[in-house]
């Protein structure tokens, strides 16, 4: 794997983990698909990146994650180039592949 490609994921991985306590828990492998942007629960086709898996579900006090809260005073003008840089969008099958990793991983841990 690219190392840049596992910077990137780790930096994603931090954020969530700052605004979103427990998000991997409900990130459902099975669907992921780091090219596609929509998540739809009830419909067996449907998948999704990991910002679209998040944003589709509320945490336990019922908020959304937002990515452009988790900007924290960055220019929102460039998401585009935040989520790049944090593992959210570019090289799709490495950045996919780096996710499910990380993920897997996690779930391991005791």
Do not use: K
Request: glycine share 8%; with cysteine.
């Amino acid at each position: 794997m690219n190392a840049d490609v596992a910077t990137r994921v780790a930096r994603g991985m931090a954020v969530l983990d700052r605004e979103l306590p427990g998000w991997w828990q409900r990130i459902n492998l099975d669907r992921l698909d780091m090219a596609g942007a929509t998540y739809f629960p009830p419909r067996p086709t449907s998948c999704g990146c990991i910002l679209a898996q998040v944003n589709a579900l509320p945490d336990r006090d019922g908020n959304y994650f937002d990515q452009r809260d988790a900007l924290a005073g960055e220019d929102e003008a460039d998401i585009a180039g935040w989520a790049e840089d944090h593992g959210f969008n570019g090289q799709y099958e490495e950045l996919e592949q780096a996710w499910r990793r990380a993920i897997t991983t996690r779930r391991a841990a005791p």
